[in-house]
């Protein structure tokens, strides 16, 4: 059974995680921006750090299966990718994909239609989504080697070099929800450039509550299944998710979906990639 693991994001939901966030845009862009992975290169770092989070952090791949050490199974083919990378050192935070309905590979059905138990309200309704519409979000992960080698990166007194963060506690606090709007940027910025106009996921209920507390809300669609612990079958159209964010935090419904996804503008009239203009922070 292949059902999908969010790892790294229960911490973040201590009690106060929401402390700090003030002028947390401006913080993203200090720290990290987003890079789709439309490249080999980096489709293979996609799955070197999948490789790191699901078989070596977290052990819940088994890294005999991966020889070379890429993380991968068959819903890659087709699926879009992105990457969570650390301004200054470029190096990678994390990864999410989407998954698109591929008739080659289990008849078209994605994984949490193969492996949840679904509610048949939601079957129907599904049902009458073009499939070509349709994503699953999908390896939606954050490493925890990137989160210890960046809370190490202290002065000789042992004292955090980054601005306004007071404590590794508070740090913490402060970068998880970061990186994790940096990864929603990331879905409805493929979302866009794939035509995708709902959401299916299986997610842990501490992901599930933390994007609730930003704002985005996807609704459990069938029970609770247990794989590596608790994971909810859950789902949105993006239109009515887009419409809920703007109504209740649109500070982060500009920062997601880039003040209302232009991104062919640029792109078209100054020659710019799409991954050049992500980094510039627009």
């Known amino acids: 059974m292949r059902i999908a693991c969010n790892p790294g994001f229960g911490e973040c939901l201590d009690s106060g995680w929401e402390d700090g966030m003030d002028g947390w845009r401006e913080r993203f862009f200090e720290y990290f921006y987003v890079e789709l992975a439309d490249t080999p290169e980096l489709i293979r770092e996609v799955m070197s750090l999948r490789y790191q989070i699901y078989c070596q952090e977290c052990e819940y791949e088994n890294p005999r299966n991966f020889q070379d050490g890429l993380e991968k199974d068959e819903f890659d083919q087709g699926s879009a990718h ?136 996807l609704t459990q669609v069938g029970p609770v299944a247990n794989y590596h612990g608790d994971r909810i079958p859950c789902a949105g159209a993006v239109s009515d998710v887009l419409a809920g964010l703007r109504q209740s935090r649109p500070d982060i419904w500009g920062f997601v979906n880039k003040g209302d996804i232009k991104i062919p503008e640029p792109t078209r009239q100054y020659g710019i990639g799409i991954n050049s203009w992500l980094m510039a922070g627009a």
């Open 82 to 217: 992105a990457l969570l990378r650390h301004r200054a050192t470029r190096e990678v935070a994390g990864t999410v994909r989407l998954i698109r309905p591929n008739q080659d590979i289990e008849n078209g059905l994605l994984p949490v239609e193969l492996n949840c138990q679904i509610d048949s309200a939601f079957r129907q309704k599904l049902s009458h989504v073009p499939r070509e519409q349709i994503a699953e979000i999908s390896r939606f992960a954050v490493s925890k080697q990137f989160r210890r080698r960046l809370y190490e990166r202290h002065n000789v007194h042992g004292v955090s070099e980054m601005a306004g963060v007071s404590s590794f506690r508070e740090e913490r606090r402060s970068l998880m929800p970061l990186m994790t709007l940096g990864l929603l940027q990331a879905i409805f910025i493929m979302s866009y450039a794939q035509n995708v106009t709902y959401w299916v996921a299986v997610m842990e209920p501490q992901l599930l509550r933390l994007l609730k507390g930003l704002g985005v809300v």
